[in-house]
């Protein structure tokens, strides 16, 4: 922590070097507030030239030693992503558009040092001339690298598109054509107990989607449906996807961890939906009552230390992770644990690699997503579990970041189990 506060004030001290935080005039906040977006800005892209700069060090040492250099930038992504407390999805993307612009949209990165554009902005202008050779992508560059700090994100994205197909319309239509083999459904968190399902489809599939969405709900509202016209459609979907009559009565398969305290009503210790999140024990309540009643309910114990969240011991004499181990340790740290990532687990791994003496533990079990575990196998990276059974990840660089699953839902003494509910509607 002193570390921290170290850091935190010298910061402190270059924000305060060139701007006062203390002024009240509206008009000098309004400047100061100008000047830290530039500021901001333009150490983003001294992140960028940075990023760069480990690449080609990393490269050069991947030669030297005889291996494959196309394998470094995954590596470099993971450790980017650490040290700018990113996903290494999102640090992949970074650590490719660090590499743009450097070598291939100068005007763009000049906008960017100078602090007159956003990493945003820059994203989008590479983002859309990604099909384009670096000869028309240095046109495109050129052309819209003066205007970039006068246009939003919308017109920069438009007006390259417009450029890129004018310079190489067979590229455009064969990336549209790659697009559509990307297609894909992802779901993420909601507020208020709710969750977002999101299609990625080729334009005709995604309009034509929603205009039966739209005339399903027409159709029921006119025939005197008292839901709105939102609900009807949100109601048609689910029900569509599912093969259901009702939203109400989709076939649920869903883990529900909660206390017994807050099962039984005895307390409001929110419970979580695996791949969701929190829940208020009232709600999830309601869950456990309808999935009972339709004798839908499987109910299983995850044992816990009194007072706290954490998994007690659970060993194997495997080498791999037996199913039910695998299902605790899914349910304890809910999505990957490498810190930022938040992607789903894909993977159940040993902290301690079982060559190095590492247990078939829960403590020395962790889930992973598949990106993570497998730069975990990349030279100069090593996850090494503590004592106190966080995990540390030491990265190529000796920069180490600790990872500790969260705590479920517990009871602040005298109650040592978990309730892990499983929805599902018994086979026919």
């Not at 240095?138 to 890129?164: H, I």
């Not at 697009?179 to 599939?205: F, G, H, K, W, Y």
């Not at 695996?274 to 299983?300: F, S, Y």
């Not at 930022?340 to 993977?347: E, L, S």
Request: include cysteine.
């Amino acid at each position: 922590m002193e570390t921290l506060s170290r850091h935190d004030t010298a910061l402190t001290g270059m924000v305060a070097a060139v701007v006062d935080l203390t002024c009240g005039d509206p008009v000098e906040l309004i400047d100061h507030i100008t000047e830290l977006e530039r500021l901001k800005n333009a150490a983003a892209a001294a992140q960028a030239r940075l990023t760069v700069e480990l690449r080609q060090v990393r490269e050069t040492e991947a030669r030297a030693d005889g291996r494959n250099v196309k394998r470094v930038p995954v590596s470099v992504a993971g450790e980017i992503g650490l040290a700018r407390h990113e996903s290494p999805h999102r640090a992949s993307t970074l650590v490719g558009l660090a590499a743009v612009l450097t070598s291939e949209m100068p005007t763009t990165m000049a906008a960017f040092t100078a602090g007159e554009i956003s990493e945003w902005h820059a994203t989008v202008l590479a983002r859309e001339t990604a099909c384009l050779s670096k000869a028309h992508r240095a046109l495109v560059d050129a052309e819209l690298g003066p205007k970039l700090a006068e246009l939003s994100t919308r017109q920069v994205a438009a007006e390259a598109r417009k450029l890129a197909y004018e310079l190489d319309p067979h590229s455009v239509i064969a990336r549209i054509g790659q697009a559509e083999a990307d297609r894909n459904v992802t779901i993420r968190p909601a507020p208020d107990c709710m969750t977002r399902v999101s299609a990625l489809l080729p334009v005709a599939q995604g309009v034509a989607a929603y205009a039966a969405l739209t005339a399903a709900a027409d159709t029921a509202r006119a025939a005197g449906d008292e839901r709105s016209k939102n609900q009807v459609m949100a109601d048609t979907l689910v029900g569509r996807v599912t093969g259901e009559e009702e939203a109400g009565e989709v076939d649920i398969e869903i883990q529900l961890v909660i206390t017994d305290e807050a099962l039984l009503g005895g307390s409001e210790t929110p419970a979580r939906v695996n791949d969701h999140g929190p829940i208020p024990a009232t709600i999830a309540r309601g869950l456990a009552a309808d999935a009972i009643g339709n004798n839908r309910a499987w109910v299983r114990r995850l044992y816990v230390r009194p007072g706290s969240g954490q998994l007690v011991a659970m060993e194997s004499s495997r080498r791999r992770f037996p199913k039910g181990m695998k299902t605790f340790i899914k349910a304890r740290d809910e999505v990957c644990r490498t810190p930022w990532c938040g992607a789903p687990i894909r993977h159940i791994d040993h902290i301690t690699p079982v060559h190095a003496g590492g247990t078939t533990s829960l403590t020395n079990g962790q889930g992973l997503c598949e990106r993570c575990n497998q730069l975990k196998e990349h030279p100069g990276w090593r996850h090494s579990l503590q004592p106190d059974g966080t995990s540390t990840i030491r990265t190529p660089t000796g920069h180490r970041y600790r990872s500790r699953p969260p705590d479920l839902p517990h009871e602040p003494a005298f109650l040592p189990f978990l309730v892990d509910l499983r929805f599902s509607r018994p086979a026919a």
